[in-house]
């Protein structure tokens, strides 16, 4: 699916943001549906086991095929109509629902279904993503790609709030097949904005081979950004403070669990949720500062000591408090990350740029996953039991023993190594100066 050449002019400058406000608000009712979906689906597990076990698998199975099909997913968001790769990844989504429906109206829904729905559902969310993301380039003017950003950040924000409050209210009255029912009709909205509305699809470079395979377009993505320090260097920072953000903070449940309710668990969940909404509205509202990558680097290490005050206690108080202070942060850091590769990457590459780079970034997720409850369990949790070989260490006494401790110690011990790497990262000057030394792939074109 591609354009003529004329219609690529006609095409290439942002269209302003009311088709991509219709879009992101489509997406938004869409993504709220399926967060109802996945919810209702964990209550459905932890009912029918009783275990933890069950829920890090689906995790696991949601995430791995998303991130070893970015690249291919990339290429195809390059080579493809944009528009319709994310009409299709929609439609597949919706089939997928509407399958998990007759599964559970009939009676017959196991295990082995929702680990199948959960590895389904993540390889279309793979071609969704670079598709989508690299489509706000095509559509905001540069001096609001900051802004745009932050209203995605805002979704994730919002589906982290709203979705446990209303899958709970719903799940009580009409139960796992009426959820269903409303995150289908959640697709058709999105679909239905897509084909409503047109996403303009820049044209490849003349020099490039439009038959190249799916693994030239990966090794492309890889030499584009590697041509790029700064980039490159930055693009390997995100993947060190996403490896130690899910390997401590797969286990915020087990640490409140551990001395608390669940009705505690849910109000610090509530906390950290409205912390990243609070980020997600100031970075929507805020075109965001001059000097993007400075701000990045800044924003990741002041959300660290939220990280840090989040285990060094434990009340709960203090971790809901850390948890709202760091990923207030988030929704800050990642929108004005997202403007800097979008700003500096060309518009017709990006979606392989951007496949490649959220596969290395999220790369280390799996092992975070997979290290963080052995180490819990084996090593860290024994070490300040009351009688650990911790338990009378300043260790000990500095952030207590007992349930839990030990995972607070894994939260401290990721806060402390993320601030210092953050310091090294700000001190790399092809980092801190990407801005000037990379000259902008996007112009500042004007709002129609």
Do not use: C
């Amino acid at each position: 699916m591609t354009t003529t050449a004329l219609d690529s002019k006609t095409q290439s400058a942002p269209q302003g943001m009311k088709t991509f406000v219709a879009i992101w608000a489509s997406q938004l009712i869409s993504i709220l549906g399926s967060g109802l979906t996945s919810f209702a689906l964990g209550v459905w597990i932890f009912d029918q086991t009783g275990k933890a076990t069950p829920f890090a698998l689906t995790v696991l199975l949601g995430n791995l095929p998303r991130i070893l099909l970015l690249p291919v997913a990339g290429s195809l968001a390059d080579r493809w109509n944009r528009r319709w790769v994310m009409i299709l990844s929609d439609v597949g989504n919706a089939l997928v629902t509407i399958s998990v429906f007759v599964l559970v109206f009939f009676g017959n829904l196991q295990f082995w279904h929702v680990y199948l729905i959960a590895t389904i559902g993540s390889i279309f969310s793979a071609f969704q993503e670079p598709a989508y993301t690299a489509s706000v380039t095509m559509l905001v003017p540069k001096k609001d790609l900051s802004r745009a950003n932050g209203m995605i950040q805002m979704t994730q924000a919002l589906e982290l709030a709203l979705t446990p409050i209303l899958a709970g209210v719903l799940f009580v009255a009409i139960g796992l097949p009426g959820i269903l029912v409303i995150d289908f009709a959640t697709f058709l909205i999105a679909v239905g904005t897509l084909l409503a509305v047109r996403i303009p699809q820049p044209e490849l470079a003349e020099h490039e081979d439009k038959k190249s395979s799916v693994w030239t377009d990966a090794v492309f993505g890889w030499n584009y950004l590697k041509a790029r320090p700064g980039l490159f260097g930055l693009l390997w920072y995100f993947a060190m403070v996403n490896f130690f953000l899910n390997w401590s903070g797969v286990l915020i449940a087990p640490l409140i669990l551990s001395r608390y309710s669940a009705s505690t668990l849910g109000t610090v969940q509530m906390f950290f949720g409205l912390g990243m909404l609070a980020g997600g509205i100031v970075s929507s509202v805020w075109a965001g500062p001059k000097r993007r990558v400075t701000a990045v680097i800044g924003y990741i290490g002041f959300g660290l000591l939220g990280m840090l005050v989040a285990g060094l206690r434990p009340e709960a108080i203090y971790t809901g408090a850390g948890l709202f202070w760091m990923l207030f942060f988030v929704p800050l850091s990642s929108a004005a990350s997202q403007a800097v590769f979008q700003s500096k990457v060309a518009p017709e590459v990006q979606g392989r740029v951007f496949g490649i780079r959220s596969m290395i970034s999220r790369s280390v997720m799996p092992l975070a996953f997979l290290l963080a409850g052995p180490l819990a369990d084996l090593v860290f949790t024994p070490l300040l039991e009351t009688n650990g070989a911790w338990a009378n260490t300043f260790i000990g006494a500095l952030l207590g023993t007992g349930a839990g401790r030990g995972i607070g110690f894994m939260l401290v011990a990721s806060a402390l190594v993320g601030i210092v790497v953050t310091l090294f990262v700000y001190a790399n000057p092809r980092i801190r100066n990407l801005e000037d030394e990379i000259p902008d792939a996007v112009g500042e074109s004007p709002e129609k």
